[in-house]
């Protein structure tokens, strides 16, 4: 974990509640940092908060205090929700020096069977959310002292290769590389770094289905295999925990036999 002048650093989780966001809450939280959850679920951002009351005891930074969790329910495609957010957690500690821009959802459907609506749904999420916690992180990062911070954004394996029917969560994780790259520019003069991790196949609820076989390019349905969140989560925290004169620009993670390199 990173620390300057003493300062225990705070790290804001969007889609906290569940999946890959809760599993890198937890471990920020086992590192000793102070993590702010947000999503939708208010329930849901209560059980990452017990949660993660039981990680702090197995952490490596227990001389830090008690657990220090902030649930915040918020609609990341709200532009008043996302400020009111990063008002909340710099008038509670002062500072943010993590952004995982995590929250997203996808949208099965080919580009002539998509509706414009659900294409609109899944940008305001991925994209638009994306853009406005990044928006106000930058700002409190420039304006904090010390200056600076860090932002890590979920591309997915989806940001490079796409799956058949997948065109609007492919379009918005394509969009997410532009973002991370201009971020990284933007941010260099204010000593804010700005990363990507592109995971595929981490094991949560969400990839359940691919036990039961999924489509691929050429018509089959296969099974394809998945491996465990955690590791997804402690590339989370190696990235988060690097000085700000070092950046992990791109980072992949993914089951090692899953169907993306190459033709398989």
Known sequence: MAQSGGIIP????TGAGSGIGRSVALALVR??????LA?????ALTETARLAGIARMTGTAQSAGPVQTLAV??????AAAV?????????????????????????AGAVEEITPEQFQQVVDVNLTGSFLCAHHAVRAMKEQQPRGGRIINNGSISAHTPRPRSVAYTATKHAITGLTKSISLDGRPYDIACGQIDI????????????????????????EPTFDVEHVAEAVVYMAGLPLNTNVQFMTIMATTMPYVGRG
Request: proline share 6%.
């Open 10 to 13: 705070v790290a804001v989780v």
């Open 31 to 36: 590192a000793g940092y102070r993590v702010a």
């Open 39 to 43: 999503g939708r679920r208010p329930e």
């Open 73 to 78: 329910p918020t609609d990341v495609t709200s």
């Open 83 to 107: 400020e009111a957010l990063f008002d909340t957690v710099v008038g509670r500690w002062g500072r943010v020096d993590v952004l995982f821009n995590n929250a997203g959802m996808g949208s």
């Open 200 to 223: 595929g196949n981490a094991g949560t609820e969400m990839t359940d289905r691919m036990s039961r076989g999924v489509p691929q390019p050429d018509g089959r349905t296969m099974v």
